[in-house]
T-cell receptor
Framework: AQSVTQLDSQVPVFEEAPVELRCNYS??????LFWYVQYPNQGLQLLLK??????LVKGINGFEAEFNKSQTSFHLRKPSVHISDTAEYFC????????????FGKGTRLHILP | ETGVTQSPTHLIKTRGQQVTLRCSSQ?????VSWYQQALGQGPQFIFQ???????GRGNFPPRFSGLQFPNYSSELNVNALELDDSALYLC?????????????FGSGTRLTVV
């Protein structure tokens, strides 16, 4: 079955420290990969996406993610976080041999410590 | 360009009632997807509409139904509301051939069933 796993439900990190949010997915076929951010009481905003080509993808707000096909992972990273990065982050996958739906992970809450 | 607009933003209903949620897709987008996001969870795919027809459905009972109109706006209807239907309902739109574009999300409708 298709699944997206975000290994950490919550990640606390000090301001200006680096952070990595982990995402793994089940797959035997090609995929499109996305990271979305959700601020309190808001909808989802696209941070970045991987479609093809370079495995290192850069997004908005200084975030980047690396696609690793052999490990079926798409971890999100930021070298220095800011208090404004406090939010819920969702990894999402679209399998190319299926209908158009995007499947989301359960989310990781990024908690920035002062 | 306008984004995805959902109405109402908040709604309180009584168990057993029926509810209709509305979504206007982003300009140029003709595919609409609906998601349910329970508190502390990732969005769960309900169904998708393309050219006024259902184009994929998640694991939701038939009392969850939808419509898409010629202007690509959409409605989500839920009959016989249950307490567990309390959630944030997200609408997302995408272009028909935009498999790699990800979705543009609205801010959601917060439904509370009492």
């Amino acid at each position: 079955a298709q699944s997206v796993t975000q290994l950490d439900s919550q990640v606390p990190v000090f301001e200006e420290a680096p952070v990595e949010l982990r995402c793994n997915y089940s797959s035997s076929v090609s995929v499109y990969l996305f990271w979305y951010v959700q601020y309190p009481n808001q909808g989802l905003q696209l941070l970045l996406k991987y479609l093809s080509g370079s495995t290192l993808v850069k997004g908005i707000n200084g975030f980047e993610a690396e696609f690793n096909k052999s490990q079926t992972s798409f971890h999100l990273r930021k070298p220095s976080v800011h208090i404004s990065d406090t939010a819920e982050y969702f990894c999402a996958v679209r399998w190319m041999n299926r209908d158009d739906k995007i499947i989301f992970g359960k989310g990781t809450r990024l908690h920035i410590l002062p | 360009e306008t984004g995805v607009t959902q109405s109402p933003t908040h709604l309180i209903k009584t168990r057993g009632q029926q509810v209709t949620l509305r979504c206007s897709s982003q300009s140029g987008h003709n595919t609409v997807s609906w998601y349910q996001q329970a508190l502390g969870q990732g969005p769960q795919f309900i169904f998708q509409y393309y050219r006024e027809e259902e184009n994929g459905r998640g694991n939701f009972p038939p009392r969850f139904s939808g419509l898409q109109f010629p202007n690509y706006s959409s409605e989500l209807n839920v009959n016989a509301l249950e307490l567990d239907d309390s959630a944030l309902y997200l609408c997302a739109s995408s272009p028909a051939n935009g498999q790699g574009q990800g979705y543009t999300f609205g801010s959601g409708t917060r439904l509370t069933v009492v």
